[in-house]
Nanobody, 121 residues
Framework: QVQLVESGGGLVQAGGSLRLSCTAS????????MGWFRQAPGKEREFVAA????????DYLESVKGRFTISRDNAKNTVFLQMNSLKPEDTAVYYC??????????????WGQGTQVTVSP
């Protein structure tokens, strides 16, 4: 089992920045690719970003490319999502996820509980 706990959400004005963190416990963190998803009210959960276990490979939702950056610190069992130039349409609950490899991130094995991000106009 892998337990994931997100933090860093909040309310920010459009154009602002937030940094989400997700700390893992349980199995070896560096064995897993990590990712972020989001779910806006009335919409399905969507993939946002992923990073391979070693941090060398990343993948992003097209609409966040150039604005969001995913990174990880395996020594601290933590994955980050730096979100810049936020837009109201980025408002959602953001979820951390873990998968055995980045290729299977669309169907993660583990989920966090989510953290709310609200971007005001």
């Amino acid at each position: 089992q892998v337990q994931l706990v997100e933090s860093g959400g909040g309310l920010v004005q459009a154009g602002g920045s937030l940094r989400l963190s997700c700390t893992a416990s349980g199995r070896t963190f560096s064995d897993y690719a990590m990712g972020w998803f989001r779910q806006a009210p009335g919409k399905e959960r969507e993939f946002v970003a992923a990073i391979s276990w070693g941090g060398r490979v990343t993948d992003y939702l097209e609409s966040v490319k150039g604005r969001f950056t995913i990174s990880r610190d395996n020594a601290k069992n933590t994955v980050f999502l730096q979100m810049n130039s936020l837009k109201p349409e980025d408002t959602a609950v953001y979820y951390c996820a873990a998968a055995r490899m980045i290729a299977t991130m669309r169907t993660p094995a583990y989920w966090g509980q989510g953290t709310q991000v609200t971007v005001s106009p």
